[in-house]
Structure formats: C-alpha cells, structure tokens
C-alpha cells in the first residue's frame, strides 16, 4: 500500500493527534477518563475502540473537504492509505495513555 | 494522428450504464481517448458527462461497464491504480489542498514521480509569481493553472478534465488551450468537458456527444457543427441561423 508523500503523511498526522486530543477533553469534559487528583483515568477497552474509530473518520472527513484524498490517488494513493494514517496518531496516543495509566 | 480511429486507444471506457436512484443517467455510453489527440465530450446539463468522466477516470463505480487503460480492463476500476498507470483526473470542483502552497504541491508530485522539470512547467503556466500562495487566496484562473501544472509535471499519458473551462477569463482560457494542445502534442490522450463551444471546437481534435444516456463520436469539431442532430440537440442552431460554430482550421 503506498503512502503519501512525507508532507502530506506529516499534515495527516499531526491533524489526527489535534482530532484525538479533541476528542479526548469532551470525553473528560463529559465525564469519562481525563485526569483526577490521583493521576490519569484509563477508559475502557470499548471507549478507547470508539475514540479511535471517531478520530479517524473526523480525520478522514477534514482529508475530504480539503480535497487530499483526490489529489492524493491523482498520485496513486488509496484513501485505505488515508484511513490507516487517520487512526494511527490516535492509536499511539491511547497507547501512551495506556502506558501512562498502568504504572 | 489526430482522432485516428486504427490507433489503439489509452483509454476506453466501454458501455457504461449508472442509474441514481430511478433515474438512469447512462445507459451504454462509451469514451476513447487516443494517444496526441484531445477530445471534447460535450452534452446538456446533467446528461452524464461528469458521470461517464468519473467512472473513465476510477472515481464512481459503473452498474455494468469496463474501463480498459494501457491495455488492461479493469472491471472495478480506481482512481489510484489508474493514475499508477498514467492517468490524472482533474475534477469539476478545486484539486488542491488548501493546507499547502503551490510550491510544496509541485514539490510533492515532482518527489513522488522524479521529476526534476517543475521550473520549465512553472514558466509554461504562467505561475512564477504564485509559488508561495496556497490555493484559496488564486483567481480561480491561476488555481486551474496551478491544477494543470501539477498534472503537467505528472507527464499523463491521459488527462481527463472536467469542465476545465468553466468561469476563466479569455486570457486564462487561451493559456489553457495552449497548456492542453502541448499535452497532447506530446502524446499525451486528453479528454475535455465543457459548454464552451468555440474554446472547446478550437482545442479539440474530436467531438464526442453525450445524450440520452449514450455518446456519439460525431469526429472533428468540423464534422459535428455539420451534424444536424447534434446542432438541434445540442448548439440549438435552426436553418437559416446566423450563428456558426467556429471551425477549428476554418
């Protein structure tokens, strides 16, 4: 599967964590996971599911109206590629959650 | 070598049927694009061009239908293994990224082909002074340029363009014309939508009518401004009318 140029793959990411850390203040705003005084509040397995998945359609919504996933397969990229970039920055970020929420 | 139909075509869309909903907008419509020619598909509002240029180009799906690029038929054609291949499909509607510059797009198409040619495309659309702008703040002549610069330095073996034309001043409009007949010049298979008549019948080198859910390759722009049907069914031209169609080489 080819992936975008580094530019593009670089704006992508960077877009997706902005959509993730988002995402994640309204579920904190809203009561789930956030920090409390005795550190971060881990999500369950299904929030953090959904969280990813919500990150990478908002994501790949923002990658549509801008028009990147058009230029981008003018330049043999398949929005499968887009996908996949959406939901990595939100996939590390629950892991350093994760991480940061075991010790 | 224009419109020659022994020539194997780079592109051949082959009796394409969509249907929206009840509405069938193509029945069993068919596209060539030739290797150094450059074809106007030309029909009424929403009679199926951009549905049949988008279907070509990979980006909707057919209900029945093939699309045959360089020689392969593909049955579920995409966008992204098509342009793989050599084509680039410059839709109706803006191309670029508002998030980057003219330069950094040129940057990225000239990285991800290795071309190393961006200054001579730059020179030949007219963008030297637009380099650093990022596409919301072009004319929308200058952004159709920035957009044909960017398939220019590609090097497509076949361009399909939407409605190129639409809402350019006449400078932009013969920059172009010029820009689409060095493509094709270069062997480059170029289809072209639109309703500009005396633009369109200037750069191409084959009429090619879409109506009723079909296409009719009516030949030169000469051939098809002879054609009655198509001049009451289309240029809505009567007997008598004073008005002509201008005849490219006329």
Redesign the interface.
């Known amino acids: 599967m080819?992936l975008p140029?580094r530019?593009?793959t670089a704006?992508l990411l960077r877009r997706a964590l902005y959509l993730w850390i988002g995402v994640r203040l309204l579920v904190a705003l809203a009561g789930g996971g956030g920090v409390s005084d005795r550190g971060l509040r881990p999500l369950t397995s299904r929030a953090t599911g959904l969280v990813v998945l919500l990150v990478g359609f908002l994501s790949l919504l923002e990658a549509r109206r801008?028009?990147?996933h058009?230029?981008?397969?003018?330049?043999?990229?398949?929005?499968t590629s887009l996908a996949g970039l959406s939901l990595l920055s939100a996939i590390l970020g629950e892991t350093a959650v994760w991480l940061a929420t075991r010790s | 070598m224009a419109g020659n139909s022994f020539l194997r075509p780079v592109l051949l869309a082959e009796c394409i049927g969509k249907r929206f909903g009840s509405r069938a907008v193509l029945t069993a419509a068919t596209l060539r694009a030739d290797p150094g020619s450059v074809t106007a598909l030309v029909g009424r509002n929403g009679i199926g061009k951009s549905t049949l240029l988008k279907i070509a180009a990979g980006?909707m799906r057919p209900d029945h239908g093939t699309v045959q690029f360089c020689g392969r038929v593909y049955q579920h054609a995409?966008?992204?293994?098509l342009?793989?291949a050599g084509l680039?499909?410059l839709?109706d509607?803006?191309?670029?990224?508002?998030?980057?510059s003219v330069r950094?797009?040129l940057?990225?198409?000239s990285?991800?082909?290795g071309r190393e040619d961006a200054a001579e495309v730059v020179r030949l659309t007219g963008l030297e002074a637009h380099l650093e702008q990022r596409p919301p703040s072009l004319s929308q002549g200058e952004l159709r340029r920035a957009e044909l610069a960017?398939a220019l330095l590609?090097r497509p073996g076949c361009l399909l363009a939407d409605e190129p034309y639409r809402g350019l001043a006449p400078y932009d409009m013969e920059a172009l014309t010029a820009i689409l007949r060095r493509l094709a010049e270069a062997g480059c298979a170029v289809v072209v939508t639109g309703h500009e008549v005396p633009t369109l019948w200037e750069v191409a080198d084959r009429v090619v009518w879409c109506t009723d859910g079909t296409t009719y390759d009516l030949g030169s722009p000469a051939a098809a401004a002879e054609d009655w049907r198509f001049r009451q069914g289309y240029l809505a031209f009567t007997p008598g009318s004073a008005r002509t169609a201008p005849r490219r080489g006329a």
Not at chain 1, 70 to 79: C, F, K, S, T
Request: hydrophobic share 40%.
């Open positions: 080819r140029d530019r593009f704006a801008r028009n990147e058009l230029l981008l397969a003018n330049l043999g990229v398949p929005e | 980006w995409r966008l992204h293994s342009a793989e680039f499909y839709p509607r803006d191309l670029l990224s508002p998030g980057f950094e797009h940057e990225s198409v990285r991800r082909w960017v590609r």
